[in-house]
């Protein structure tokens, strides 16, 4: 068989989860092999959806997912790089005070 794949993928076999924008919740996958492009993916369900959020750790890191394969429960993914507005330092919502030019102003932080 001729290895197709850009980068090779290192075996973890590493529980994860899976986010759907149509379905509520998280849901259980085995992360069977990785790379910085992409991966291997089984779920105890057939995976309808052609994109999803891949999480290892709570949803605090993720992978944005684009499925390049499916066969039964198991398949590939690639990662999808999405730039996302920059957070403010400050990003409460509630009022802060900046000094500007020996005065003050009163600003409100962006929501």
Known sequence: MIERRAMKRIPINRAALLSFDEI???HPCMVRDISA???CISAPYYIFANEFVLSFDGHSGIFICRVVWK???LCGVSFLLRRRAPKLANDSGEPTNVVRLDRQIG????R
């Open 71 to 73: 066969k039964e429960t």
């Open 24 to 26: 509520r919740g998280t």
């Open 37 to 39: 492009l992409g991966a």
């Open 107 to 110: 600003c409100r932080g962006r």
